[in-house]
């Protein structure tokens, strides 16, 4: 799913915002019809956040008549690079991709520009003091959502307390940013301490294997902290397995609000989630139709996300739609 991200913003203050350069960097890439084709590089399927992002992007470009041509780069760079050139070669009318980790693009988004098609980034930003090198950044406020999760466990601690934290895919913005936001709320709290901080890779296979290692090795596990649902379910499993009872024994807060994540909040074996909203197919859409017809866009569109206790996840569920 960054340099770097701090106010909450709608797609309907598209045309009010900054622009981000000018409006005539817009591809050319399109069929004798005069359908805008998308070369659209997903980072993988890791997750069931991922699976609904991936989801909405392919319903939305049919939607809106935009042709997609997708690849999941399966988590590596590599991949994702060799799909952005090729997408380059067919001359696609825009390129859209979510990053797998921050750096080590300018080169690629270089021979893009080079070839007049524009680039819009989703989910996950990138880290290049070269910001003409892509038109826009959809996507959520990870030190936001770090914060929040901070937030709650400042408020909802009491006494000294020791936190396992599962991060995300090492170098990827949200694992770094969410380790910044909650980094920084926790702070305040001297008796807070993250006593162990390990990548789980954003997966539950991951997650699971991370907790097994810290129970062994931390004598005491007060408060877990996962970068997403998925690997906050892993270490449900390894909390069970040792004998303890997730959400009780152990308190976890998680990031995502997909469903599986929900329904464990509801079931009190993680007791608060925030939400990063997967949804962004439309906004994508919208974009990719102001970009390639030369309008001026905002460097940067903002996702509105909320957070879940208990109760209201079993408010949210019925109608949650990932």
Request: glycine share 10%; aromatic share 6%.
């Amino acid at each position: 799913m960054l340099k770097k991200i701090t106010t909450v913003a709608s797609v309907v203050l598209l045309s009010a915002l900054t622009a981000c350069g000018s409006g005539d960097g817009a591809g050319t890439g399109s069929s004798g019809s005069g359908t805008i084709t998308m070369g659209f590089a997903q980072v993988g399927a890791e997750s069931g956040w991922r699976t609904a992002n991936t989801k909405s992007i392919q319903d939305e470009a049919k939607a809106a008549g935009i042709e997609l041509k997708f690849s999941d780069a399966q988590q590596k760079q590599e991949n994702q690079i060799k799909a952005i050139r090729s997408y380059i070669q067919q001359k696609v009318s825009v390129i859209a991709f979510s990053p797998v980790v921050e750096t080590g693009w300018d080169t690629v988004l270089q021979e893009a520009k080079r070839a007049n098609i524009p680039v819009i980034l989703t989910d996950r930003s990138i880290d290049s003091d070269d910001t003409s090198l892509y038109k826009t950044f959809l996507g959520s406020d990870f030190v936001e959502e770090g914060r929040k999760a901070g937030d709650w466990l400042v408020a909802n601690a009491s006494g000294p307390t020791n936190v396992v934290e599962l991060q995300g895919t090492t170098g990827a913005a949200p694992a770094i940013d969410r380790k910044k936001g909650f980094e920084e709320k926790i702070a305040s709290k001297s008796d807070i301490k993250v006593v162990a901080s390990q990548t789980g890779d954003f997966t539950r296979s991951g997650g699971k294997q991370v907790m097994e290692a810290f129970l062994k090795s931390q004598p005491k596990i007060d408060v877990v902290y996962a970068h997403n649902d998925d690997m906050g379910l892993g270490a449900i499993e390894a909390i069970k397995a040792a004998g303890k009872v997730p959400g009780k024994d152990i308190k976890i807060i998680t990031v995502d609000a997909v469903k599986d994540g929900m329904q464990a909040l509801a079931n009190g074996e993680i007791n608060f989630i925030v939400e990063c909203n997967p949804l962004l197919g439309k906004q994508l859409m919208d974009l990719t139709k102001k970009v390639v017809a030369g309008e001026q866009v905002p460097e940067r569109v903002v996702t509105e996300e909320g957070t879940f206790t208990q109760e209201q996840a079993k408010t949210a569920l019925p109608q949650r739609q990932y």
